[in-house]
């Protein structure tokens, strides 16, 4: 099945054209659209970015490859990221990333089996006043304890 924005989506893709002085600096907003929509961003999702903005589908294939907010296979309902980088690590950051693996049985990239949850490590969050931290989906969480991430992920239904 082909992939094809909403009707919605596109508008919003256009709006996003009309900020940027072409149509490739639109790329990164299209292939959010994109995920969100679809939930990953596939070799169908890539191809039809690729010509609702016009350009080739490399363009889009470097972008989806360079930045880690970009998913090329479903992830989890719930995607955890765990900060292990220098300020994350110095104040217990492989603590929790060994603990969050333990308790949802995965490794990096993984999703358990429901689907329910999938687990990333990342560098840098750019909260390292605030370490560590964890981002699950869209929210972020500062200051914490092997504890309270077991909390958080508790809370997650």
């Not at 903005?53 to 294939?61: A, G, Q």
Request: hydrophobic content about 40%.
């Amino acid at each position: 099945m082909a992939f094809k924005f909403t009707e919605e989506n596109l508008q919003r893709i256009e709006n996003s054209k009309k900020k940027y002085p072409t149509n490739l600096a639109a790329v990164m907003d299209a292939c959010y659209i994109g995920q969100e929509q679809n939930g990953y961003i596939s070799n169908e999702v890539m191809a039809e970015i690729a010509e609702v903005l016009d350009i080739d589908k490399v363009n889009v294939l470097g972008v989806v490859t360079f930045y880690t907010m970009y998913f090329q296979k479903p992830m989890g309902k719930y995607h955890i990221q765990i900060c292990t980088n220098v300020s994350c690590m110095l104040r217990g950051g492989y603590e929790i990333w060994e603990t969050v693996k333990d308790k949802l049985g995965i490794e990096n990239m993984g999703v358990t089996e429901d689907s329910k949850f999938s687990l990333e490590e990342v560098e840098c969050m750019g909260a390292c006043g605030y370490a560590p931290m964890i981002a699950v989906n869209e929210d972020f969480y500062e200051n914490l304890t092997k504890e309270k991430v077991l909390e958080i992920i508790d809370s997650l239904k």
